[in-house]
Nanobody, 128 residues
Framework: QVQLAESGGGLAQAGGSLRLSCAASGLTFSTYAMGWFRQAPGKEREFVTAVRWSGSRTYYADSVKGRFTISRGNAKNTVYLQMNSLKPEDTAVYYC?????????????????????WGQGTQVTVSS
């Protein structure tokens, strides 16, 4: 049974930082692409970032590029999201996602339907 367990969410001030973690179990972590989506109240779910199985290829939404960094530790079966220079508009529930890293094409990572597994989510709130 695959489980993705997010942690590290909470309250931060604008301009501050948070680091999210996602511990994966029940899968061969090193063969999976991992990522993060988020959903703010009253808004659609949106792609944030993703990383290929090796960590050598990363993808970012324009809204977080230069502020957020995704990384992974295959030995620990964990993916991380370092969020710096936080803005109130980053407030959302953040979801960890996983898919066997066989996807091809230029936009697969943007679609929630591309991912096989989702975590329960962790709340991030940024105050102004």
């Amino acid at each position: 049974q695959v489980q993705l367990a997010e942690s590290g969410g909470g309250l931060a001030q604008a301009g501050g930082s948070l680091r999210l973690s996602c511990a994966a179990s029940g899968l061969t972590f090193s063969t999976y692409a991992m990522g993060w989506f988020r959903q703010a109240p009253g808004k659609e779910r949106e792609f944030v970032t993703a990383v290929r199985w090796s960590g050598s290829r990363t993808y970012y939404a324009d809204s977080v590029k230069g502020r957020f960094t995704i990384s992974r530790g295959n030995a620990k079966n964990t993916v991380y999201l370092q969020m710096n220079s936080l803005k109130p508009e980053d407030t959302a529930v953040y979801y960890c996602v996983a898919v066997t890293d066989t996807r091809a094409g230029s936009t697969w990572y943007l679609r929630g339907s591309s991912y096989d597994y989702w975590g329960q989510g962790t709340q991030v709130t940024v105050s102004s």
